[in-house]
C-alpha cells in the first residue's frame, strides 16, 4: 500500500519536497539569487526526469485520485512547460529580491494542476482548480511597485473568485440531483434533467472563464499585459493547459449522457472565440496583448478539435498543447529577454530587430510561424489534427469558417515578421547579450516545433495513449 | 409547526446567490464586491448542507464539501485582500473605476 501511494502520487511527492526544500532556503543564511537559480533549475530538471521513468496506473484514497499513462504524460508536458519558462526568465530573476517567493507561487500552483488533472471527485476537482488560481493571482502582482502589475493581480483575482463561485453552484445542483460527487457513479445520473442542464452550462462558464473563452475573456489581455512576462506565460500555456486536460476528460467521461448537448455548446464557443479573438488581436500593439488574444483564438480552435467526441479529439488535444507549449514558450521567451534587458514590449520596438539579432530574430519568426500554422512548422499539423477531428462529425460549414479565420490570423502574425525583417528603424532594439540558460530554453523549443510536427512518433503515441467517448 | 421544506430553502440560497451577483456588477469598492463573492460561495453552502440534510442524509459529502468551500473562500479572501492593500498603495484609492489603464 504505501509502495503504491509512493510509486502513484511520486510527481506530486516530488514537488512537494521541492516546495519544502524552497521554504527551508528561505528561513536560512542568505545566498546569492544566482546559485538559487541554478539549483531551482536543476530541481526541476530532477522533477521531470522522475516524471520519465516510470508509468504506473491507479487509484488512490478511494476513487479520489486517479492516475495513468495519459496523465502522467500530460503531467510530464506541464513540467517541462515549467522548465523551460524557469530558464527563460533567468534574467529576470536574477536582480529581482524575491526569486524564491516566486518559484513557491508558481510551483504550489502546479502542484494544484496536478491534482486537478488526477481528480476522480469534484471536491478533489475544486481543490485542484483553487489552489492553482489562488497563487497565480499573488505571481500575478510579483512587480509590486509597478501600477499595472496590481490592476491584472485584482482583476484576476476577482474574475477567478467569481467564476469559481459560478462552478461551485453548478457543482451543488449536480449533487443535488445525483447524490454523489465522485466522477465514476454520477455519470450513470446525468440524464435530460433539465436542473442538470443548468447545473452543467453552470460548470461550462466556469470552465471557460479559466480557459478564456469568449464570452468569459475579458480578464485575459488586462491580466497578461500588467502581469510580469514569466507570468504570462504560465498563465498562457500551463494553466490552460492544465485546465482543457480536466475539461476534455471531464466531458468524455462524466458528461457523456449529454454529448448531444455539450457538442452545441462547444461549436457556439468555438465560433465566438475564434472570431472575436482575431479581430481583436488585429489590432494590438503590445507583444503580450497582441499573444493574449492570439491565445484566445488559439483555444477556439481546440474547442473545434474537443467537439469531435472521438479518441482522435482528446489525441489531437494534448498534441496540440504539446505543440502550443513550445511555440508559445519560445515566443514569450524572446520577448522576455527583450523585455528584461531593455524594457521595450511593443511591436513596434521590434523593427529592424533582424539587424542586431538575427537569432532572437529567427527563434520568434518560426515560433509565430508555428503558432500561424504553416506547414513545416508543428503548429500546422496540430491544427490540422483539430480540424479533422472536428471535422469527422461532419459539420463542415463550421469547419471551413475556422480554416476562414487561419487565413486572417496568418495576418497579424505575418504583421510582425514583416516589421521584424523588413522595416527600418532608427533606433533598433541594441545588440542583446542572452545567457546560456536562456539560449538553451530557445533550442529546446525551435527543436521542439521541428521535431514533434515531423516526427509520426509523437502523435503516435499520444494516440494509443487516448481515450474517445 | 409547518416543516420548512427544501423547495423554499432553494429558493433563499438562490435569491442570496444573484444578490450577491447583483452586488459584484453594479459596487465600485472592491472590499465590497469582494463581500458579495463571499456571499455567492455562502449561498452554495446553504445549498449544499440543504440537499444533504433533505434529500441524501445517510452520507455526509455535503457536508464536507461546505467545510471546504468555507477554508478556501478564507484562503481566497486573503490574498485578495493583500492584493487590494498593494492597489490602494500604488493607487491611494480602492475604487475599481480608478484602477483603468488598461483597456482593450
Same mark, same amino acid.
Given at each position: 500500500m504505501l509502495n503504491n501511494i509512493f510509486l502513484l502520487l511520486r510527481q506530486e511527492l516530488t514537488l512537494s519536497v521541492l516546495i519544502f526544500l524552497l521554504l527551508f532556503i528561505k528561513l536560512g543564511r542568505e545566498r546569492s539569487n544566482s546559485s538559487i537559480l541554478n539549483f531551482v533549475n536543476s530541481a526541476l530538471l530532477i522533477n521531470l526526469t522522475i516524471g520519465l521513468v516510470l508509468s504506473a496506473k491507479g487509484e488512490l484514497f478511494s476513487g479520489m485520485f486517479s492516475t495513468n499513462t495519459l496523465m502522467i504524460l500530460e503531467k510530464n508536458i506541464l513540467n517541462l512547460a515549467v522548465l523551460i519558462i524557469s530558464m527563460q526568465s533567468y534574467?529576470?530573476?536574477?536582480?529581482?529580491n524575491q526569486v524564491i517567493e516566486f518559484y513557491l507561487l508558481i510551483l504550489t500552483s502546479l502542484l494544484g494542476m496536478f491534482f486537478l488533472i488526477s481528480s476522480g471527485n469534484l471536491l478533489i476537482f475544486y481543490l485542484g482548480l483553487e489552489m492553482s488560481t489562488i497563487p497565480l493571482a499573488a505571481a500575478a502582482n510579483f512587480d509590486l511597485l509597478k501600477r499595472k502589475s496590481s490592476e491584472a493581480a485584482m482583476k484576476l483575482i476577482l474574475s477567478s473568485a467569481f467564476s469559481s463561485g459560478i462552478l461551485l453552484m453548478g457543482i451543488s445542483f449536480l449533487y443535488g440531483t445525483s447524490g454523489t460527487l465522485t466522477f465514476s457513479i454520477l455519470t450513470a445520473h446525468i440524464g435530460n434533467n433539465p436542473l442538470q442542464i443548468f447545473a452543467f452550462i453552470l460548470l461550462v462558464s466556469g470552465f471557460a472563464f479559466k480557459i478564456s473563452a469568449v464570452p468569459f475573456h475579458l480578464w485575459t489581455a488586462d491580466v497578461y499585459e500588467g502581469a510580469p512576462i514569466a507570468v504570462t506565460a504560465f498563465l498562457s500555456v500551463i494553466s490552460k493547459a492544465a485546465v482543457l486536460f480536466t475539461f476534455v476528460s471531464i466531458l468524455y467521461k462524466v458528461f457523456q449522457p449529454i454529448a448531444s448537448t455539450w457538442y452545441l455548446i462547444l461549436m457556439i464557443l468555438a465560433v465566438v472565440t475564434i472570431l472575436i479573438g482575431n479581430l481583436f488581436a488585429i489590432r494590438q500593439d503590445n507583444f503580450k496583448r497582441f499573444l493574449a488574444f492570439s491565445s484566445i483564438a488559439q483555444v477556439g480552435f481546440i474547442l473545434i478539435g474537443i467537439s469531435g467526441s472521438s479518441i482522435a479529439g482528446s489525441a489531437s488535444l494534448i498534441y496540440f498543447i504539446l505543440i502550443y507549449v513550445f511555440s508559445n514558450l519560445a515566443a514569450f521567451g524572446v520577448v522576455s529577454v527583450v523585455s528584461a534587458l531593455t524594457g521595450k514590449e511593443n511591436i513596434a520596438d521590434f523593427k529592424g530587430f533582424y539587424k542586431t539579432n538575427p537569432l532572437l530574430s529567427w527563434v520568434l519568426t518560426i515560433a509565430l510561424f508555428s503558432l500561424a500554422g504553416v506547414p513545416p512548422t508543428a503548429g500546422f499539423f496540430g491544427k490540422l489534427f483539430l480540424m479533422m477531428s472536428g471535422a469527422a462529425k461532419g459539420n463542415y460549414g463550421i469547419i471551413t469558417f475556422a480554416a476562414l479565420n487561419m487565413v486572417i490570423s496568418?495576418?497579424?502574425?505575418?504583421?510582425?515578421?514583416?516589421?521584424?525583417?523588413? #522595416?527600418?528603424?532608427?533606433? &533598433?532594439? #541594441?545588440?542583446?547579450?542572452? &545567457?546560456i540558460l536562456s539560449k538553451i530554453a530557445m533550442y529546446i523549443c525551435v527543436a521542439g516545433i521541428l521535431v514533434t510536427g515531423l516526427a509520426s512518433v509523437v502523435y503516435d503515441y499520444i494516440y494509443s495513449l487516448s481515450f474517445g467517448l | 409547526m409547518q416543516e420548512i421544506t427544501l423547495n423554499q430553502i432553494l429558493f433563499v440560497s438562490t435569491t442570496l446567490f444573484f444578490i450577491g451577483m447583483y452586488g459584484l456588477f453594479t459596487r465600485r469598492n472592491l472590499i465590497t464586491m469582494l463581500m458579495s463573492i463571499e456571499l455567492m460561495l455562502n449561498s452554495v453552502?446553504?445549498?449544499?448542507?440543504?440537499?444533504?440534510?433533505?434529500?441524501?442524509?445517510e452520507k455526509l459529502d455535503g457536508l464536507f464539501f461546505t467545510l471546504f468551500i468555507i477554508t478556501i473562500a478564507a484562503a481566497e479572501a486573503a490574498v485578495a485582500i493583500a492584493i487590494i492593500i498593494n492597489l490602494y498603495r500604488s493607487h491611494n484609492s480602492i475604487d475599481v473605476d480608478d484602477a483603468t489603464e488598461m483597456k482593450y
Open positions: 534574467v529576470w530573476l536574477k536582480n529581482h496568418f495576418y497579424y502574425y505575418l504583421r510582425v515578421v514583416k516589421a521584424i525583417f523588413m #522595416e527600418e528603424n532608427e533606433t &533598433p532594439i #541594441e545588440k542583446l547579450s542572452i &545567457p | 453552502n446553504i445549498n449544499f448542507v440543504a440537499f444533504n440534510k433533505y434529500l441524501y442524509p
